[in-house]
């Protein structure tokens, strides 16, 4: 799928975190259109047309149940590994409709990085983590891999903590570690695209924050898409905000407007905690 | 949302409204030692404005506390912000109101000054609009605070006549400029009555509809919830 692998074009300048981002104005990374999913004959998914900017954060909030995570995992086809999953509608990744049966879902994923609630390092050292994707992919220039691992770690606010020790397990690490190495790891195959799945709900306030920094920077050259059940890591980390309740996008906007004055009630009720 | 956060909320309520009632007393009492001349009613109420600035403290610390623990969002934080900024507007109401008075007393001071007949439609209309801008944010009402800030523009015709009225008689009776200043200063206080009145009526707009109407006339930036000019 050549569309997916071209090279990104030049950035924009992005700003820190605009939660006035007027979507409307930026290129669509993602552009979903009337999707429905279904696991089996039960329905979970309605008609969700949703545009994700590149190089911005849209958080996907809304209660247990309602669609999200399967909605991002539809946007790098995870949920083709779910027996009896089928899904209609179109999913634009870059322009090219990732929907299509013909798409090699082994380089969509590559392009389209995933990073898991509880992070998932491999049973190898730190370099190996990182150095894996690459190293499946062909490179085997040990220098190319160093250097890639030290940007990937560099990236993820994690190379300061573990340079001096790329050789010990990766399980020695903390959580909060863990999941920036998880980060890292997704760094390495150069997606243009990460989803996150509740990155941060099981770490502490300290390891939080460096995960949100974390998203903060790396928004200036990746799209985010992230799923949190934290309202105010919401609206501290995204640029836009897509409230889903039964399945359905009840709303999307600017992150400020959503938190100030939602124009769905729906919205209103759960965000301030009336329901949900 | 918890029922530590909707008894905070509830307790703000009562809170502002104790304070609405304070200051309209404060103000009407004001206007009232205007028309009598009672020369010893800033004293009184100096005190009572002590009282207000007392509840502008509290209100300010039960808005900072809420902020602090319970991060409300949307219609909540709204309130929450419209409340200060209304505890804030009345503060100052307050304060005019003892200003009024002390001016009267200066007035009274030095001799009788021909009182300008539209300065009780003034005075009348001012706190007539502080009264239905408490009343709309009362009752979350943002027609009756649209028509609220709609009446603005008549008291500030009236200040402007009354404003040319007291000049004249100074420039006809030269004894008289001194406590013409101190009723030129009177006239200038009950407008800005009027436009404390209109702020309040623009903060129940921004909390019932989320939408800023303050300066219409300044381009709209993107994504604000500000209603005005074309970008």
Redesign the interface.
């Known amino acids: 799928m050549p569309a997916i692998t071209s090279a990104m074009s030049v950035p924009p300048s992005v700003p820190g975190v605009?939660?006035?981002?007027?979507t409307s104005?930026h290129a669509s990374a993602i552009d979903v259109r009337n999707m429905n999913f279904y696991y089996g004959e039960h329905q979970v998914l309605f008609d969700i047309s949703l545009m994700v900017p590149e190089r911005s954060v849209t958080a996907l909030i809304g209660p247990s149940g309602c669609g999200k995570s399967t909605f991002l995992r539809t946007l790098n086809r995870m949920n083709d590994l779910v027996e009896g999953s089928r899904s209609t509608g179109v999913c634009l990744v870059e322009g090219q409709n990732i929907m299509d049966p013909a798409v090699d879902v082994v380089l969509l994923r590559k392009h389209v990085g995933m990073v898991f609630q509880k992070s998932t390092p491999f049973p190898k050292s730190i370099f190996e983590n990182v150095a894996y994707g690459p190293r499946v992919s062909g490179e085997k220039n040990r220098a190319v891999l160093a250097d890639l691992v030290e940007s990937c770690l560099r990236k993820a606010a994690l190379w300061d903590e573990v340079k001096d020790r790329l050789n010990t397990s990766a399980m020695a690490l903390s959580g909060g570690q863990q999941q920036r190495l998880c980060i890292a790891r997704t760094l390495a195959t150069n997606p243009r695209i990460i989803l996150m799945d509740e990155p941060a709900s099981a770490l502490d306030p300290a390891s939080t924050d460096r995960i949100e920094n974390l998203i903060g920077e790396l928004c200036a050259n990746y799209t985010i898409v992230i799923v949190t059940h934290n309202?105010?890591q919401a609206?501290r980390v995204s640029h836009q905000t897509a409230f889903f309740f039964k399945g359905r996008l009840v709303e999307v906007g600017?992150t400020?407007?959503i938190?100030?004055?939602?124009s769905e009630k729906q919205?209103?009720d759960y965000?301030?905690?009336?329901f949900g | 949302m918890t029922i530590h956060f909707v008894r905070e909320m509830e307790h703000l309520h009562r809170s502002i409204l104790s304070m609405c009632s304070a200051v309209e007393e404060l103000i009407h009492d004001s206007v009232d030692g205007l028309r009598s001349g009672q020369t010893e009613l800033a004293q009184e109420l100096s005190g009572r404005d002590g009282e207000v600035d007392e509840w502008d403290i509290r209100i300010e610390e039960e808005c900072l506390k809420i902020l602090a623990l319970y991060h409300p969002v949307a219609n909540d934080l709204r309130r929450v912000t419209v409340v200060m900024k209304i505890c804030a507007e009345l503060e100052r109401v307050a304060d005019l109101a003892v200003s009024i008075a002390e001016r009267s007393a200066g007035i009274a001071a030095h001799g009788s000054f021909p009182m300008p007949e539209r300065l009780t439609e003034m005075t009348r209309e001012a706190l007539s609009m502080l009264h239905d801008s408490i009343d709309a944010f009362v009752e979350q009402n943002p027609n009756a605070a649209r028509k609220v800030c709609q009446r603005d523009e008549h008291v500030d015709q009236l200040n402007r006549d009354l404003i040319d009225d007291v000049v004249t008689v100074m420039k006809q009776r030269p004894e008289l400029i001194e406590p013409g200043l101190h009723l030129f200063s009177v006239i200038r206080h009950v407008e800005r009555v009027a436009d404390h009145a209109t702020n309040i009526a623009e903060d129940v707009v921004y909390l019932v509809e989320g939408a800023i109407i303050r300066h219409p006339r300044l381009p709209r930036r993107a994504g604000s919830n500000r209603l005005g000019g074309a970008e």
């Open positions: 605009d939660r006035n981002l007027d104005r309202m105010q609206s600017p400020m407007k938190f100030t004055s939602p919205t209103e965000i301030t905690g009336r």
